[in-house]
């Protein structure tokens, strides 16, 4: 179950990063934050959640670290059931499609993802789960 205080804070960042056109509350540390609207795996209601990306081509990648917690984070199953989503970067929204990489795309993946963000790395290491990498092409 998704923390309320998180929930709520991430309500808070999709909205000003919406309205000030990712100018405001658009970066983690030093990664770029996107938006990801997606529906709900049970609800099926259209959600935006605040997400790091790496950027791939027209498309982005996005990890699904939860930080090497042992278990996927709840977005997680919602792109696996409801893999059409739009990403807002910035100012900019792309409708794409998003799939779990296969083990031999996640091994080419897997270096740019830790490049820009090299905590992921540490996250793989504390967690017996295999960090599942999406990536997300033009629909």
Same mark, same amino acid.
């Given at each position: 179950?998704?923390?309320?205080?998180?929930?709520?804070?991430?309500?808070?960042? #999709?909205?000003?990063?919406?309205?000030?056109?990712?100018?405001?509350?658009?970066?983690?540390?030093?990664?770029?934050?996107?938006?990801?609207?997606?529906?709900?795996?049970?609800? $099926?209601?259209?959600?935006?959640?605040?997400?790091?990306?790496?950027?791939?081509?027209? $498309?982005?990648?996005?990890?699904?670290?939860?930080? $090497?917690?042992?278990?996927?984070?709840?977005?997680?199953?919602?792109?696996?059931?409801?893999?059409?989503?739009?990403?807002?970067?910035?100012?900019?929204?792309?409708?794409?499609?998003?799939?779990? #990489?296969?083990?031999?795309?996640?091994?080419?993946?897997?270096?740019?993802?830790?490049?820009?963000?090299?905590?992921?790395?540490?996250?793989?290491?504390?967690?017996?789960?295999?960090?599942?990498?999406?990536?997300?092409?033009?629909?």
């Amino acid at each position: 179950m998704t923390n309320p205080l998180i929930k709520l804070f991430a309500q808070l960042n #999709a909205t000003v990063y919406r309205m000030s056109g990712g100018r405001v509350m658009g970066r983690f540390g030093s990664s770029d934050i996107c938006v990801v609207r997606m529906q709900g795996a049970k609800t $099926g209601r259209w959600r935006d959640v605040p997400l790091m990306y790496v950027p791939n081509g027209e $498309g982005v990648f996005l990890v699904a670290s939860l930080g $090497g917690a042992p278990s996927n984070p709840v977005w997680y199953h919602n792109l696996v059931a409801h893999p059409d989503i739009e990403v807002l970067v910035k100012d900019q929204t792309r409708k794409l499609r998003a799939r779990v #990489a296969s083990a031999a795309e996640k091994a080419s993946a897997w270096p740019k993802c830790v490049a820009a963000y090299p905590p992921y790395e540490a996250y793989q290491k504390k967690t017996t789960r295999d960090i599942p990498v999406f990536i997300c092409d033009p629909r």
